[in-house]
């Protein structure tokens, strides 16, 4: 299970925002952040726990291992309010993919 | 440039059936597990099942085995997602999506609605 908090985060545009994922075991496999907006897919942003998708900002980055994953979006853009989830996949077969919950970034 | 074009979705009556189709273009499709995610309106998503690149292999989330099944034919590079038995909770956005280490690239999704 991947559990993320905060459910909902109220920042303003350039502030700095800070999202936690964190596994109910250690996450042996891989570790994703995926944005969305409504009405569109989820967009990659980061795998393997920190390395960014191709195309992404570098504002975007990603960290941490085992249990405990952060997505920090450095200075915040009004494109950046949306929902974002973390995703996990095992390295081998079968892929045993789950995601949590999501994180819905709002603009205070 | 990856391109997963969804279809197939639509209105269907509980105990139905519908049969989801994915056209990939942009790599090289027969060298790609790929797999369904589904959104149901307001929520968030949820893995449904996986396949093995060659198809030879494959993997269902517990909520639909038994009832879903999912193939592909790498001469079309084409995925599928037969459903059958269909409830109202299978109401949802279904996506297809490239499945690597490098993480998922998706579809723009299609609509299924289960209701009388």
């Given amino acids: 299970v991947l559990t993320q908090s905060p459910a909902t985060l109220s920042l303003s545009p350039g502030e700095r925002a800070t999202l936690s994922c964190r596994a109910s075991q250690s996450v042996t496999g891989f570790l994703a952040w995926y944005q969305q907006k409504p009405g569109q897919s989820p967009r990659l942003l980061i795998y393997d726990a920190s390395n960014r998708a191709t195309g992404i900002p570098a504002r975007f980055s990603g960290s941490g291992s085992g249990t405990d994953f952060t997505l920090t979006i450095s200075h915040l853009e009004p494109e950046d309010f949306a929902v974002y989830y973390c995703q996990k996949r095992s390295r081998n077969w079968p892929p045993s993919i789950t995601f949590g919950q999501g994180t819905r970034l709002e603009i205070k | ?116």
Avoid at chain 2, 58 to 77: C, E, H, L, P, Q
């Fill in chain 2, 1 to 116: 440039e990856v391109q997963l074009l969804e279809s197939g979705g639509g209105l269907v009556q509980p105990g139905g059936s519908l049969r989801l189709s994915c056209g990939a273009s942009g790599f090289t499709f027969s060298t790609y597990a790929m797999t369904w995610v589904r959104q149901a309106p307001g929520k968030g998503l949820e893995w449904v099942s996986s396949i093995g690149s060659s198809g030879g292999s494959t993997y269902y989330a517990d909520s639909v085995r038994g009832r879903f099944t999912i193939s592909r034919d790498n001469s079309k590079d084409t995925l599928y997602l037969q459903m059958n038995s269909l409830r109202a909770e299978d109401t949802a956005v279904y996506y297809c999506a490239k499945d690597s280490l490098q993480g998922l690239d998706w579809g723009q999704g299609t609509l299924v609605t289960v209701s009388s």
